[in-house]
């Protein structure tokens, strides 16, 4: 407990002196210049020559035109296909997948079949 505490109180004591130098091991002279560097170098007038800049004139692009989208296709003023035609696709598929034994093949072939009479029945 004793150590501990004797470490505590010697780092909180050295932390503000160590964190107040800023540079640690060097030696800075503040506040005394060197008035011989400003004479040094005698001061002569600089000659400044400002050229503008080039005019670049950018041209537009040109205007994109896009078409307009092309109206929806319609075959007609009514919808052709009649629930009869559902009806006799699902009576089809049943009929042909009891007929085919499970056949799948079976089954696709007599809902087309089936929609096909449907269909048929109405025109």
Do not use: C, K
């Amino acid at each position: 407990m004793f150590r501990l505490t004797s470490l505590a109180i010697l780092g909180i004591a050295f932390s503000s002196t160590v964190s107040a130098d800023d540079g640690w091991g060097e030696h800075h002279h503040r506040h005394h210049h060197h008035h011989y560097q400003r004479d040094y170098f005698p001061a002569y007038p600089v000659e400044r020559v400002y050229v503008p800049a080039p005019v670049v004139q950018y041209v537009p692009a040109p205007p994109v035109y896009y078409a307009p989208p092309p109206p929806p296709v319609r075959y007609g003023y009514y919808d052709q296909r009649y629930p009869s035609g559902l009806v006799g696709g699902m009576v089809g598929s049943a009929l042909g997948y009891g007929m085919g034994g499970g056949d799948p093949l079976a089954a696709g072939i007599g809902a087309a079949a089936g929609s096909w009479l449907g269909n048929g029945m109405n025109r």
